[in-house]
């Protein structure tokens, strides 16, 4: 007998899973509660080391479908996708993508059809990547100082120099100063650079 699981998962704590699997239940799938598996962590971790999908693989057996709502949800790259995709298949488990028009991916036009997308959203993060590192490029020739402003001013650097040239303490020099061993650290270490 066919079981079907939902698998959802989302990158961040202010996100939640709870629409993908209403989009599947609204789509007639019959899920037992104890069989839909949610998780937040980042598509980027390998599908087989999430702890949720970890599980997930074990309970899954031969004819169990399951069911995401997109691809993405088992993962953002393509290597990965595929190899969860063809263990899940080798295992006799079907995978169904909503994205797709409820498509089995185990499928032979599955198998086309995620391995286009799949490169399709390759495509567009490197593009997305060479793009902001193009306007850092472009901020950083005009002059303007990337990243978090410093903790101290100069004019506190200078003194923080000082004082450590002096030998005094980084934990004493950082409660004085409000602030943490760290950026005491950091102001002395670009100071020998």
């Given amino acids: 007998m066919s079981r079907t699981?939902?698998?959802?998962?989302?990158?961040?704590?202010?996100?939640t899973p709870e629409n993908q699997v209403h989009e599947i239940e609204?789509?007639?799938?019959?899920?037992?509660?104890?069989?839909?598996?949610?998780?937040?962590?980042?598509?980027?971790?390998a599908a087989t080391e999430r702890p949720g999908?970890?599980?997930?693989?074990?309970?899954?057996?031969?004819?169990?479908?399951?069911?995401?709502?997109?691809?993405?949800?088992?993962?953002?790259?393509?290597?990965?996708?595929?190899?969860?995709?063809?263990?899940?298949?080798?295992?006799?488990?079907?995978?169904?993508?909503?994205?797709?028009?409820?498509?089995?991916?185990t499928s032979p036009a599955g198998k086309l059809t995620m391995g286009v997308l799949i490169h399709i959203a390759e495509f567009e993060r490197d593009l997305l990547i060479e793009r902001t590192q193009a306007g850092l490029e472009r901020a950083r020739a005009e002059g303007k100082t990337l990243g978090r402003p410093s903790a101290l001013s100069d004019e506190d650097q200078a003194a923080v120099r000082e004082r450590l040239a002096k030998g005094e303490a980084v934990a004493?020099?950082?409660?004085?100063?409000?602030?943490?061993?760290?950026?005491?650290?950091?102001?002395?270490?670009?100071?020998?650079e």
């Fill in 5 to 15: 699981f939902v698998y959802a998962r989302v990158s961040t704590e202010g996100q």
């Fill in 172 to 192: 004493a020099l950082a409660r004085e100063f409000s602030t943490s061993r760290q950026t005491i650290m950091r102001v002395r270490d670009a100071a020998t």
């Fill in 53 to 105: 999908f970890a599980k997930l693989l074990d309970r899954l057996e031969k004819g169990d479908q399951l069911v995401v709502t997109k691809l993405d949800r088992l993962g953002r790259n393509a290597m990965d996708v595929r190899a969860t995709v063809e263990r899940l298949k080798s295992a006799g488990v079907k995978v169904v993508c909503l994205q797709l028009g409820e498509m089995d991916l």
């Fill in 26 to 45: 609204g789509k007639q799938f019959e899920v037992e509660p104890h069989r839909i598996i949610t998780e937040v962590i980042s598509g980027s971790v």
